[in-house]
T-cell receptor
Framework: GESVGLHLPTLSVQEGDNSIINCAYSNSASDYFIWYKQESGKGPQFIIDIRSNMDKRQGQRVTVLLNKTVKHLSLQIAATQPGDSAVYFCAVSRGAGGGADGLTFGKGTHLIIQP | GAVVSQHPSRVICKSGTSVKIECRSLDFQATTMFWYRQFPKQSLMLMATSNEGSKATYEQGVEKDKFLINHASLTLSTLTVTSAHPEDSSFYIC???????????FGSGTRLTVV
């Protein structure tokens, strides 16, 4: 069956350092990939997305890398700040056609920013 | 733009009663909305897909008679948890598609506690 996993449940980094959160997915038909940030008691907050026709996309302090060959997705956060502390989820479309059939979420990585 | 409003944010109900959760798209029309459930320290799991004007599609293992979904207009989907039990206590989150299938936005979630 379809599965999405993350390599590390908790990631602790020093404030100002860069962080990388990884995600592996299994459905080769997936064509839409999103990273979300979730703070306690709140809904997921969109960070950045990428479609399968790209392998890299940059936002403000964030970069998403997509390797379709090995079905791997990563989120890079530059110059981390205390406000970046949260749980980060990757989400993958359940098939081709974007999110029309819903998303499968990874297990989540708790990013902790140390002062 | 593309804001989804979800109400209530928190609800406590007695076992055996029913609870309705609303999800509204505020500035766009959402033909497709999704309902997710998230247990503590776990990821989001898709429960059902709600299509305006038609029956919802439920994921395997989700009881359609227990989790009633109505999507009667292009801006409103409701989830009713019928005959709630303590094991239904969870964080329920709705989302909607915008920008065809490559734009996703989430509501702020509803924390349901059944006592």
């Amino acid at each position: 069956g379809e599965s999405v996993g993350l390599h590390l449940p908790t990631l602790s980094v020093q404030e100002g350092d860069n962080s990388i959160i990884n995600c592996a997915y299994s459905n080769s038909a997936s064509d839409y990939f999103i990273w979300y940030k979730q703070e306690s008691g709140k809904g997921p907050q969109f960070i950045i997305d990428i479609r399968s026709n790209m392998d890299k996309r940059q936002g403000q302090r964030v970069t998403v890398l997509l390797n379709k060959t090995v079905k791997h997705l990563s989120l890079q956060i530059a110059a981390t700040q205390p406000g970046d502390s949260a749980v980060y989820f990757c989400a993958v479309s359940r098939g081709a056609g974007g999110g029309a059939d819903g998303l499968t979420f990874g297990k989540g990585t708790h990013l902790i920013i140390q002062p | 733009g593309a804001v989804v409003s979800q109400h209530p944010s928190r609800v406590i109900c007695k076992s055996g009663t029913s609870v309705k959760i609303e999800c509204r798209s505020l500035d766009f029309q959402a033909t497709t909305m999704f309902w997710y459930r998230q247990f503590p320290k776990q990821s989001l799991m898709l429960m059902a897909t709600s299509n305006e004007g038609s029956k919802a599609t439920y994921e395997q293992g989700v009881e359609k008679d227990k989790f009633l979904i109505n999507h009667a207009s292009l801006t409103l989907s409701t989830l009713t948890v019928t005959s709630a039990h303590p094991e239904d206590s969870s964080f329920y989150i709705c989302s909607a598609l915008f920008e065809s299938n490559y734009g996703y936005t989430f509501g702020s979630g509803t924390r349901l506690t059944v006592v």
